[in-house]
């Protein structure tokens, strides 16, 4: 019994949570812009985690930059983050836009990084062909000791 009416409490629980609407705020943020900003916050993040000393030693404040950026305020973030949440499918679609544009991002540097790479190392294949090979021979020639047979 105890069990039935703790599953019937958890079903109104959830039943409750999705049919209550939240009003749609005056100040709304797009969603496009909204998208931008979650993508903005996420890239902050992944920032913070990777390379935090980037962030002290320019002296940013990120989370002010972002609404400075798309001229919002947190209040407004907030608001329009709750209505936007409120529609569970529409607020997936958001992030799966956001999850999307991060791993083309990724992608596209993970690219640039290995072309930077490829040629750094043609460079070094490059530099290498340069060097005098008779020079380097006759060196280590004249530089070798003979060690006498015991």
Do not use: W
């Amino acid at each position: 019994m105890k069990k039935c009416f703790l599953f019937f409490i958890t079903i109104s629980f959830l039943a409750s949570c999705q049919k209550k609407s939240v009003e749609k705020p005056e100040n709304l943020i797009p969603k496009e812009t909204m998208v931008n900003v979650i993508y903005d916050f996420a890239l902050l993040q992944a920032i913070k985690n990777s390379h935090q000393g980037i962030l002290d030693s320019n002296r940013v404040e990120p989370t002010t930059y972002i609404y400075k950026k798309h001229k919002i305020d947190s209040v407004q973030f907030v608001k329009s983050n709750e209505f936007y949440a409120s529609n569970i499918k529409e607020y997936e679609k958001m992030y799966e836009s956001v999850n999307a544009r991060l791993i083309l991002n990724k992608k596209v540097s993970d690219s640039l990084i290995k072309k930077e790479e490829d040629g750094l190392k043609k460079e070094i294949i490059k530099n290498k062909k340069k060097v005098d090979t008779i020079k380097s021979k006759s060196k280590t020639k004249r530089d070798m000791k003979l060690i006498p047979n015991s």
